[in-house]
């Protein structure tokens, strides 16, 4: 046997007992979750069990522990599915999402949660909303906005009629793709289905690759990839998770015009959310009609240094011309110089509510 045979033979004897180390550890972290259950339904029969900010910290934690070879986010990701697990032995977490099933924002929500939670496919973003305020789900995932085609106006108009917090974020990586079933004629395609904002997210790409095919809007990128299966002349743009549910074959992949095409999604739920230590806070103010008014309602922030992410300007429920403003910023309510500026700007404001404080999305 030579030398380079006894090395393998050694070094797979070594990852079996790597092996065995991991499986016991494991199991001895999802007995110490059991545990943590136990103590906190002692303590309180309706005891929150799910803890966004507690997650963020283990996870960032465990990114700035990580030395390699594996990547930080990709180590985290294995984390992530660790605690999902562990957290299902304690209260399997009921988490509802825009559907249908095959979604981006289906995989947003196990990105977020972890493939141990059970996610429920709501026809539209207000019954996602109506599901955790009735206490049905533990959570809702929804679309906030697209790095290509800008915000999502439904979502921020149900937070207008809703008393539903912001929990959490997650960032999601948009990779579309052109799909057919194995009955399409490819030298054929003369439809494309797809939902209207991922067309938008692919114009310039179906422009030069499929000028002449009819671009066919519907509900989802899951009801596209759904519709192809019954057709021989269509094909339709969808992500791996619908293509992998209805078993679609890939005629091209990433067709998204921008390579850094990414929609952000909010984590809704019932409960505020303490601090993490790298939090944001989302707040929607109404302001009077009158002259200076974006002003007033920004200069808190500049004074104080606070870092605004994000500012949309939606049309108000209460009166013709007049608007409410959607604000994301860095930080936290409970922090002593947010709440210095939240104060101020309630005292400008003809109505300020805080969304919700929670932490910056992690993966």
Known sequence: MSDTSINLDELRQRIDQLDSDILNLISERANCAQQVA??????????VFYRPEREAQVLRRIMALNKGPLDSEEMARLFREIMSACLALEQPIKVAYLGPEGTFTQQAALKHFGESAVSLPMAAIDEVFREVEAGAVHYGVVPVENSTEGVVNHTLDTFMDSSIKICGEVVLR???????????????VSRIYSHPQSFGQCRKWLDAHYPHAERVPVSSNAEAAKL???EWHSAAIAGDMAAKL??????A???????????????????????????KTSIVVAMRNQPGTLHALLEPFHRHQIDLTRLETRPSRTGVWNYVFFIDFKGHRDEPRVA???????????????????PIGVL
Request: glycine content about 4%; charged content about 35%.
């Open 38 to 47: 136990h103590v906190k339904l002692a303590e309180d029969k309706d005891a």
């Open 174 to 188: 948009i990779h579309h793709h052109l799909l057919v079933s194995e009955t399409t004629r490819r030298d054929k």
């Open 228 to 230: 192809v299966k019954t």
């Open 246 to 251: 209805y078993g679609l074959e890939h005629i």
């Open 253 to 279: 992949e990433k067709i998204e015009d921008r390579p850094d095409n990414s929609t952000r999604f909010l984590i809704i739920g019932n409960q505020d959310v303490p601090m993490a230590g790298e939090d």
């Open 340 to 358: 210095a500026v939240l104060e101020e700007v309630r005292l400008r404001a003809a109505d300020l509510r805080v969304l919700g404080s929670y």
